[in-house]
């Protein structure tokens, strides 16, 4: 097995994102180009990056000119520092809001469980092994 880096795990999980793996509301909202493929993926990038290194999930309101416009997701390692691979998909001059930590149960979410799940297995595909869910 080859070793990872944090690079080759960011260039597994963009090759894997796809209309197919995108949140629906994002989908609904502005639907999902490959020109901005972490679009509508902070939930499940997340998860997945919190099965790799554990740590805490974040979450935070989207903001648009003072309007909510949904939520994002994103991590904060064992070591403290934040790690978020897809901020890049706010392009319109959005913020986030209201940053606070959520716990992670164990199991299925109660949400996106199947776009997870596809994601995950195309993760796997191109890194050959991931650690099971924390």
């Not at 997340?46 to 099965?51: G, T």
């Amino acid at each position: 097995m080859i070793p990872w880096n944090l690079l080759t795990i960011d260039q597994a999980l963009r090759a894997s994102w796809a209309a197919d793996t995108c949140s629906p509301d994002d989908i609904e909202r502005a639907g999902w180009q490959p020109s901005n493929p972490a679009w509508g993926h902070c939930d499940v990038t997340a998860l997945i990056v919190n099965d790799i290194f554990g740590g805490e999930l974040m979450v935070g309101e989207v903001r648009l000119d003072e309007e909510q416009q949904g939520f994002h997701w994103w991590n904060r390692l064992p070591s403290g520092i934040e790690l978020d691979l897809t901020r890049e998909q706010f392009q319109l001059g959005q913020t986030i809001t209201a940053a606070r930590v959520i716990e992670r149960r164990p199991g299925p979410t109660r949400f996106r469980w199947d776009e997870y799940l596809l994601l995950r297995k195309r993760v796997i595909d191109r890194l050959g092994y991931l650690p099971e869910p924390m």
